[in-house]
């Protein structure tokens, strides 16, 4: 069955929607429903050429599809500048559309687990894939900024201004109701005091458990509530973050090393930055 390939026509008027999502590490595209986890590529086609990266189908609605980009955090921020650069110069609007398969060498890469080392690092350099606090409050649009605190003009305060100084209970409360960008704001200003209620928002996405399951501090009951869904245990980018976690529970590594594709459990023994025990208990299904 042939993987989708999702075309980005850079071409008539505004690019920001685009430019930002990409900043973020992900994209929506209007297409045919594709299947959670199902592998792709976009093609971003400028008029003066073509910058392909693969893909991951994070998100599936009835009017297209969520993807997560796979690349690294400095290839994301020089697409997203060329997205801006190329509105500022007169602009452009996507037409995005499902079209044509992946090369069948696209797909072959796939074949090289990512060591967790790596995501500590790009989680280091562009935490959950998003701006930092100050840049998400001046994106921030004043219809959505809500109810609170206004700036001296009568405008909503941004969205870090509004979450500073909370109660407990009022950062439990948002962060299991909040919206994304309150989420991401939240996390960052309070940390493992609002996880618990994150991991319990119904909306919240992959990167934002991706972000949590791979902290060092993670207590064995957020463990063990990443792990028992099993719609998360299907996006390898949790399973990566949960098993290169030295806090993972002793007891939760066989599961998840037996959920994992057979070419990727043959890598761990070999993979360094992954702990000890997961490398160990990796030869020991191995050899069954």
């Not at 998840?256 to 000890?276: D, F, G, K, S």
């Amino acid at each position: 069955m042939s993987q989708p390939s999702f075309v980005i026509e850079v071409a008539a008027r505004d690019q920001r929607g685009v430019e930002r999502d990409v900043r973020r590490g992900g994209l929506f595209v209007a297409a045919a429903a594709y299947p959670m986890d199902d592998l792709g590529e976009v093609v971003f086609r400028f008029p003066d050429g073509e910058v392909r990266t693969r893909a991951r189908v994070v998100f599936v609605d009835p009017s297209g599809v969520g993807l997560e980009l796979e690349l690294t955090p400095g290839a994301r921020t020089a697409l997203a500048d060329r997205l801006a650069a190329h509105h500022a110069a007169g602009g452009a609007e996507t037409a995005a559309h499902a079209d044509a398969a992946i090369p069948a060498d696209t797909m072959a890469r796939e074949d090289a687990a990512i060591p967790a080392d790596t995501m500590a690092r790009e989680d280091a350099a562009e935490p959950g894939h998003l701006d930092d606090l100050a840049a998400l409050g001046e994106a921030e649009d004043p219809d959505e900024a809500g109810d609170g605190p206004t700036t001296g003009e009568g405008l909503p305060a941004p969205v870090h201004v509004r979450l500073r100084n909370l109660s407990v209970a009022e950062q439990l409360k948002i962060a299991h109701r909040g919206e994304h960008r309150e989420r991401v704001v939240l996390e960052r200003m309070y940390g493992k005091l609002v996880w618990d209620a994150l991991l319990r928002n119904p909306r919240i996405t992959v990167p934002e458990v991706a972000r949590i399951a791979r902290m060092g501090t993670l207590p064995k009951p957020l463990a063990e509530l990443i792990a028992s869904n099993a719609a998360w245990l299907q996006v390898p980018e949790i399973r990566r973050a949960l098993l290169g976690n030295p806090r993972l529970p002793a007891e939760l590594i066989p599961r998840l090393l037996r959920i994992l594709p057979r070419h990727e459990l043959r890598l761990l023994p070999t993979q360094t930055a992954y702990p000890a025990a997961v490398r160990d208990w990796a030869r020991r299904l191995l050899r069954l």
